[in-house]
């Protein structure tokens, strides 16, 4: 069993930056393919990044590309989303997922992910 906790959200203005955190429990963090999802109200849940579990393969959504950053850590067992030009169609709880295949992580509305985060609260102001 995983269990991911989420850390970094708040409250911003547009064009502000944020960094979320994920830290799993265990210490077979770095066998687990890791992805960042949002929900917004009244929305679908959507996948914003992914990252594999040596962190060489990254995946943006077209929402978040050019302006977000997925990263790892397996030595400090820690995932980050750094969110940068934040506008307020960014505005939803953010999660962060866990799965042993990369590509079960990199659905778009990540069915199919064994493990998931309590959320996140990231809210944009404009």
């Known amino acids: 069993q995983v269990q991911l906790v989420e850390s970094g959200g708040g409250l911003v203005q547009a064009g502000g930056s944020l960094r979320l955190s994920c830290a799993p429990s265990?210490?077979?963090?770095?066998?687990?393919?890791m992805g960042w999802f949002r929900q917004a109200p009244g929305k679908e849940r959507e996948l914003v990044a992914a990252?594999?579990?040596?962190?060489?393969?990254?995946y943006y959504a077209d929402s978040v590309k050019g302006r977000s950053t997925i990263s790892r850590d397996n030595a400090k067992n820690t995932m980050y989303l750094q969110m940068n030009s934040l506008n307020p169609e960014d505005t939803a709880v953010y999660y962060c997922?866990?799965?042993?295949?990369?590509?079960?992580?990199?659905?778009?509305?990540?069915?199919?992910?064994?493990?998931w985060g309590q959320g996140t609260q990231v809210t944009v102001s404009s």
């Open positions: 997922a866990a799965d042993l295949v990369y590509t079960t992580v990199t659905n778009p509305t990540g069915r199919g992910v064994r493990y």
């Open positions: 265990g210490r077979t963090f770095s066998i687990y393919a």
């Open positions: 990252i594999s579990q040596t962190g060489y393969i990254t």
